[in-house]
Nanobody, 120 residues
C-alpha cells in the first residue's frame, strides 16, 4: 500500500509565502514524476508544477517565477515553495506521484489535499 501525505497549507495574505510538503510512503520500488495540482471551487483540477526524478521541472504559466518545485529522492518527498501569493492561488492543492510498486507495476497516486487560502 502507498500513501501520499501532504502538509503546509494554510491562510496567508496576498504577497506572502507558503511551503507545501508531500511524503510518499509504503511499498515503493521507484518514483517517477512527482508534482502538485490544484482545484479551486467550481473549477477543474489543474497542473501547478511537476518534477522528474532527475530534477527537471515544468510549471503552469500562472505560477512561473513565483513557485518552485523540488524533491528529495532519498526521502520520497516533494516540496512546493510558493511566493508572491495571489488570491487567485486559493485552492485545494493535491500532491501527485507516479509510483512503481515493482519494476512493472506503476500507478498514479494522489494525496488527500491541503487547503491554501490567500486573502486580499
Amino acid at each position: 500500500q502507498v500513501q501520499l501525505v501532504e502538509s503546509g497549507g494554510g491562510l496567508v495574505q496576498a504577497g506572502g509565502s507558503l511551503r507545501l510538503s508531500c511524503a510518499a510512503s509504503g511499498s515503493i520500488f521507484s518514483i517517477n514524476g512527482m508534482g502538485w495540482y490544484r482545484q479551486a471551487p467550481g473549477k477543474q483540477r489543474e497542473l501547478v508544477a511537476i518534477i522528474t526524478s532527475g530534477g527537471m521541472a515544468n510549471y503552469a504559466d500562472s505560477v512561473k517565477g513565483r513557485f518552485t518545485i523540488s524533491r528529495d529522492n532519498a526521502k520520497n518527498t516533494v516540496y512546493l515553495q510558493m511566493s508572491s501569493l495571489k488570491p487567485e492561488d486559493t485552492a485545494l492543492y493535491y500532491c501527485y506521484a507516479l509510483i512503481g510498486r515493482t519494476a512493472t507495476m506503476w500507478d498514479n497516486y494522489w494525496g488527500q489535499g491541503t487547503q491554501v487560502t490567500v486573502s486580499s
